[in-house]
């Protein structure tokens, strides 16, 4: 299992998906290049893009970014792109 987030409160895992030859991995470290793959994808409609429980990343307007700092901090949201 490779953990590519950081959480603000603690997650329960259960310890019965790491049986057998598994490890956790944690990565917080993003590069230019993985940035710029993941601004491609969703150029090119892989990810869907919008608002709702449907939607990989949530858009919002710049006056909304407090409201989803809450939203992500509360886990109503998962990614959020803020539009300027």
Do not use: Q
């Not at 329960?12 to 993003?30: C, D, I, Q």
């Not at 608002?51 to 109503?76: F, H, M, Y």
């Amino acid at each position: 299992m490779v953990v590519l987030a950081t959480y603000e409160k603690p997650v329960v895992l259960n310890p019965n998906s790491f049986a057998g030859r598994k490890s956790v991995t944690h990565s917080a470290v993003y590069t230019r290049e993985d940035f710029a793959a993941v601004i491609d994808a969703m150029a090119r409609g892989v990810y869907t893009l919008g608002s709702g429980s449907s939607c990989w990343v949530d858009i919002v307007e710049l006056d909304d970014v407090v409201t989803s700092l809450s939203a992500l901090r509360e886990g109503r949201a998962m990614r959020v792109l803020v539009s300027v």
